[in-house]
């Protein structure tokens, strides 16, 4: 297959754009792309306004909103609480009116004493006492609120504060514990709220549909042939564990909520390996796989095959895919997802690279060289 190159996009396919976007960047989000991505991808494939774009693995809603914000309808599915909740509030409409009022009503309520009894130990040890009072004491009243849209607001921008104002450190895939000052809670709280009030009230919308749940991308509850494009970006080979990062926030705000994403090689039996393995190298002509990326491909067989299901006739498919680094050397994602999409009838019209860097072993050693790349596909 035919690589091209699109090293000016490169910064695109990262979240890095978006911080300086109102609304993009009230949930940082280290996996996602940027809304100038969406934006392109909408005009290199021609779309109009009143489509219907999915996003099977929506993260924080970066599709979602730039469709709401560009006429087109969207469906967004997520199986991680945080994301799901993001993607919803950011494309809620809102009373800035309400706002306003909620907010200074929840500041000026008396601080009581929370309950630490369900709060874990881990948890506890990420914040200095007066934080986590204040974060359980502003989250309780929250959550008691009748409005969804406010409440979801209001513990949005809680969210936000809370890990701002925590010792905890999302270094890659893990959550290290860092003492150091942290500022008030309450007054960065209020900050808060304020800057996202305004972000509100400046914010250009249009009446598009957005549609946002929990939902697996295996196995999707939409009709046959209903969309007519999809932007998306599937976890990352060998980069699936990252949803760990956002522990601290899901037994706050998210408990007991979620569904299973896509596998690790963790839990296959040697038997189903091999047979999955064998099926695998049938549809892309042989191509290299390790241990870990056999049930990653597997899984992601079964979306490309549910994308096809769900798409009409014509419909455009853009997907943002990084390669898998490996000691043994790279797995290239990209040309093994096109291959996978050609078998299950989608026709590739393009692979482009992104960017690419180098895969190394034990830091030091080159294996190869590692591509981001942008996957245009064509029911």
Same mark, same amino acid.
């Given at each position: 297959?035919?690589?091209?190159?699109?090293?000016?996009?490169?910064?695109?396919?990262?979240?890095?754009?978006?911080? !300086?976007?109102?609304?993009?960047?009230?949930?940082?989000?280290?996996?996602?792309?940027?809304?100038?991505?969406?934006?392109?991808?909408?005009?290199?494939?021609?779309?109009?306004?009143?489509? /219907?774009?999915?996003?099977?693995?929506?993260?924080?809603?970066? *599709?979602?909103?730039?469709?709401?914000?560009?006429?087109?309808?969207?469906?967004? &599915?997520?199986?991680?609480?945080?994301?799901? &909740?993001?993607?919803?509030?950011? *494309?809620?409409?809102?009373?800035?009116?309400?706002?306003?009022?909620?907010?200074?009503?929840?500041?000026?309520?008396?601080?009581?004493?929370? #309950?630490?009894? *369900?709060? /874990?130990?881990?948890?506890?040890?990420? &914040?200095?006492?007066?934080?986590? #009072?204040?974060?359980?004491?502003?989250?309780?009243?929250?959550? !008691?609120? #009748?409005?969804?849209?406010?409440?979801?607001?209001?513990?949005?921008?809680? @969210?936000n504060v809370t890990m701002k104002c925590s010792y905890a450190w999302k270094d890659?895939?893990?959550?290290?514990?860092?003492?150091h000052p942290v500022p008030p809670l309450r007054k960065i709280f209020k900050r808060?709220?304020?800057?996202?009030?305004?972000?509100? %009230?400046? &914010?250009?919308? *249009?009446?598009?549909?957005?549609?946002?749940?929990?939902?697996?991308?295996?196995?999707?509850?939409?009709?046959?042939?209903?969309?007519?494009?999809?932007? /998306?970006?599937?976890?990352?080979?060998?980069? @699936?564990?990252?949803?760990?990062?956002?522990?601290?926030?899901?037994?706050?705000f998210f408990s007991g909520m979620g569904l299973t994403p896509l596998r690790s090689?963790?839990?296959?039996?040697?038997?189903?390996?091999?047979?999955?393995?064998?099926?695998?190298?049938?549809?892309?002509?042989?191509?290299?796989?390790?241990?870990?990326?056999?049930?990653?491909?597997?899984?992601?067989?079964?979306?490309?095959?549910?994308?096809? !299901?769900?798409? %009409?006739?014509?419909?455009?498919?853009? @997907?943002?895919?990084?390669?898998?680094?490996?000691?043994?050397?790279?797995?290239?994602?990209?040309?093994?997802?096109?291959?996978?999409?050609?078998? /299950?009838?989608?026709?590739?019209?393009?692979? @482009?690279?992104?960017?690419? !860097?180098?895969?190394?072993?034990?830091?030091?050693?080159?294996?190869?060289?590692?591509?981001?790349?942008?996957?245009?596909?064509?029911?």
């Amino acid at each position: 297959m035919i690589i091209k190159e699109k090293p000016e996009w490169g910064e695109l396919a990262t979240f890095v754009p978006n911080k !300086r976007l109102p609304v993009y960047n009230w949930f940082y989000y280290k996996e996602g792309y940027s809304r100038d991505m969406v934006l392109n991808v909408m005009k290199k494939f021609g779309m109009e306004k009143g489509d /219907t774009v999915l996003d099977p693995f929506c993260g924080v809603g970066t *599709t979602l909103l730039a469709c709401k914000q560009s006429g087109m309808n969207s469906i967004g &599915f997520d199986v991680q609480p945080p994301a799901v &909740f993001a993607s919803i509030v950011k *494309t809620n409409d809102y009373e800035v009116d309400k706002l306003e009022a909620a907010s200074k009503e929840l500041l000026e309520e008396k601080f009581q004493k929370p #309950d630490w009894g *369900t709060v /874990t130990p881990f948890v506890k040890k990420a &914040f200095n006492g007066h934080t986590l #009072d204040d974060v359980l004491f502003f989250r309780d009243l929250i959550m !008691r609120m #009748d409005d969804g849209p406010v409440r979801d607001f209001l513990t949005m921008a809680l @969210i936000n504060v809370t890990m701002k104002c925590s010792y905890a450190w999302k270094d890659g895939a893990v959550i290290k514990i860092r003492k150091h000052p942290v500022p008030p809670l309450r007054k960065i709280f209020k900050r808060q709220l304020k800057y996202m009030i305004k972000d509100v %009230k400046k &914010f250009k919308s *249009t009446d598009a549909s957005c549609e946002v749940d929990f939902g697996d991308a295996r196995k999707m509850k939409l009709k046959d042939d209903s969309v007519d494009a999809v932007i /998306t970006s599937p976890p990352y080979l060998n980069k @699936i564990e990252y949803s760990k990062i956002y522990s601290i926030e899901e037994e706050l705000f998210f408990s007991g909520m979620g569904l299973t994403p896509l596998r690790s090689h963790i839990g296959i039996s040697e038997s189903k390996m091999l047979e999955e393995e064998e099926k695998l190298r049938k549809i892309t002509e042989d191509a290299v796989f390790n241990a870990q990326s056999i049930a990653y491909f597997s899984d992601m067989l079964k979306v490309i095959s549910e994308l096809k !299901r769900v798409c %009409k006739d014509g419909a455009k498919i853009a @997907i943002i895919v990084g390669n898998g680094c490996f000691p043994d050397g790279v797995v290239d994602s990209d040309v093994i997802l096109s291959k996978m999409a050609e078998h /299950t009838g989608l026709t590739v019209k393009e692979i @482009i690279m992104l960017s690419k !860097r180098w895969c190394t072993r034990h830091r030091v050693e080159k294996v190869g060289v590692t591509r981001e790349s942008l996957l245009c596909w064509e029911k």
